[in-house]
């Protein structure tokens, strides 16, 4: 008898496998990401069809195989059914869970991740926060955590804690005033938008999404993500296509 086991997660990506299979990718606390198999799933009678979709979150009862999973029964403690329902906010937690699939490997610990991921999930649900802040937050924090995000509160050139205004995509950071000119790109960041930068990377992920800024601090700060990610994230992500056509 196979073994069984129960795993707490969400759901990052659904493909569909045969005629009535589908292949889950699945965020767990306790083993990373996985790979599971719900077995005549897109049968209509098949009460998993609607747990077995993308954002789903819960408890999964697995068979554990070699290589893989197969889904036995899930849980479901939030479906997140709002974002389906609006094109922007699907578009935007495909790429939240895109990005976490990208980061994420089986074994990991994951619980700060799936953490991180609910969080930014329910701020989309809830709108309360504009979904392109809502997507600058995400990708500083997600950076941070993995171990490679934007030095803001010391120089990542020789660590020295009074900074400048100059922030260097190269160099990982905001720069202080010695190192300035070892810069490969300038560029200026105001004072709020390096506030703000510091309270995203030093912030709770219960904490993250409750203030709003202006729209210029948002394209400023989405500039200096953008040019960060291209030197550091070896990836382009189908869902910011699509996002970018969107807006």
């Known amino acids: 008898m196979r073994d069984e086991v129960?795993?707490?997660?969400?759901?990052?990506?659904?493909?569909l496998v045969g005629e009535y299979d589908r292949r889950l990718v699945i965020l767990t606390k306790e083993r990373g990401k996985i790979t599971a198999f719900a077995k005549g799933v897109r049968k209509t009678t098949n009460q998993l069809i609607s747990k077995s979709q993308i954002f789903v979150m819960g408890e999964f009862t697995l068979y554990e195989?070699?290589?893989?999973?197969?889904?036995?029964?899930?849980?479901?403690?939030?479906?997140f059914h709002e974002l389906t329902f609006d094109m922007d906010k699907y578009c935007y937690g495909s790429y939240f869970c895109e990005m976490m699939a990208?980061?994420?490997?089986?074994g990991d610990r994951a619980a700060?991740?799936?953490?991180?991921?609910?969080?930014?999930?329910?701020?989309?649900k809830k709108g309360l926060v504009p979904a392109p802040l809502i997507?600058?937050?995400?990708?500083?924090?997600?950076?941070?955590?993995?171990?490679?995000?934007?030095?803001?509160?010391?120089?990542?050139?020789c660590g020295n804690e009074k900074l400048s205004d100059i922030f260097d995509a190269k160099s990982g950071g905001i720069l202080c005033e010695d190192c300035v000119k070892?810069?490969?790109h300038p560029i200026h960041i105001s004072g709020q938008a390096l506030y703000t930068l510091q309270y995203i990377n030093g912030a709770n992920f219960g904490s993250l999404y409750n203030f709003k800024v202006s729209d210029a601090v948002i394209e400023e700060l989405s500039d200096i993500i953008r040019k960060f990610m291209d030197i550091y994230v070896d990836k382009k992500f189908n869902s910011v296509q699509i996002i970018n056509?969107?807006?």
């Not at 129960?6 to 493909?15: N, Q």
């Not at 990208?102 to 089986?106: L, N, P, Q, S, V």
């Not at 700060?112 to 989309?124: E, G, K, Q």
């Open 112 to 124: 700060d991740y799936l953490n991180l991921l609910f969080v930014s999930l329910n701020a989309l």
């Open 102 to 106: 990208y980061f994420t490997h089986e």
């Open 135 to 157: 997507r600058i937050i995400y990708e500083v924090k997600i950076m941070d955590v993995f171990g490679q995000g934007i030095q803001s509160f010391g120089c990542p050139v």
């Open 65 to 79: 195989g070699r290589n893989a999973y197969t889904v036995k029964r899930i849980d479901v403690k939030e479906y």
């Open 182 to 184: 070892k810069a490969i």
């Open 245 to 247: 056509s969107l807006s």
């Open 6 to 15: 129960v795993l707490s997660g969400i759901v990052l990506a659904t493909g």
